[in-house]
């Protein structure tokens, strides 16, 4: 399969744990997202690597929020002392350079975290 | 600020209706627009991406229209099938983003009852 790869897809944790998540894109696409999703909402932008450099953080992405992605290839989301609120879907995408423009986003099967 | 707009929230119609999806974002400034299908519990799936300088894409039974001049998007469903039941989500690239992160609506949900 080439596709983006999550794990793991389900994460249930007590309150003031902390969690880490891995997204594998797919092969040699330079550019990954990281997006959260609420029940009924559209996804919402966390952050964004052109090949190992976190270029953009929204302000979503409070300080117990960490993301790496140390050699240009698979890609980490940390979140330290979880919250009941942090309880969403995160879903990583990745897509390929293009000439100019942006080409299509490739998402993955995300993960589903449940903060008791 | 770019925001997406998407109504109805939820349809519901009869299989073999042909139905059309509506998308509407603030400012026209966008670098292109791209819809999804997310099924319940899964991640997203890319149906089709319309560049900023496109009309329009098609794939199979699904055609997909941009007018950027009004803000507006549609996606059309031909001949409905109940497998097409899912939340279709469209979001754009805002035309001074440096990386390409998607703003999505909220997404329509849609039932194609037997």
Redesign the interface.
């Known amino acids: 399969d080439t596709g983006?790869s999550?794990n793991p897809r389900h994460k249930i944790t007590k309150r003031g744990q902390n969690v880490t998540f891995r997204c594998d894109p797919i092969s040699e696409h330079n550019?990954l997202?990281w997006?959260r999703q609420t029940l009924?909402?559209?996804?919402?932008?966390l952050t964004?690597f052109?090949n190992e450099a976190q270029?953009?953080k929204s302000r979503l992405l409070s300080d117990r929020f960490s993301a790496e992605r140390p050699k240009g290839s698979f890609s980490t989301l940390e979140i330290q002392r979880t919250e009941q609120g942090d309880s969403a879907m995160y879903?990583c995408?990745s897509?390929s350079r293009g000439r100019g423009?942006?080409?299509?986003?490739?998402?993955?099967?995300?993960t589903?975290l449940t903060v008791l | 600020k770019q925001e997406?707009t998407q109504i109805p929230a939820a349809l519901s119609v009869p299989e073999g209706e042909n139905l059309v999806l509506n998308c509407s974002f603030t400012d026209s400034a966008i670098?292109?627009l791209?819809w999804?299908r997310q099924d319940p519990?899964?991640?997203?799936?890319?149906l089709l991406?319309i560049?900023?300088s496109q009309r329009e894409q098609t794939s199979g039974r699904l055609n997909a229209s941009l007018d950027k001049s009004s803000g507006r998007s549609t996606l059309y469903i031909a001949a409905s099938q109940p497998g097409d039941s899912a939340t279709y989500?469209c979001?754009v690239?805002h035309g001074s983003?440096?990386?390409?992160?998607?703003?999505?609506?909220?997404?329509t949900t849609l039932q194609v009852k037997p």
């Open positions: 983006v999550q550019r997202y997006y009924g909402q559209g996804p919402e932008f964004y052109q270029l953009e879903l995408a897509s423009d942006f080409n299509e986003q490739f998402f993955g099967p995300g589903r | 997406v670098y292109n791209q999804f519990g899964k991640g997203l799936t890319s991406l560049q900023s989500l979001a690239i983003s440096n990386t390409g992160k998607l703003i999505f609506g909220q997404g």
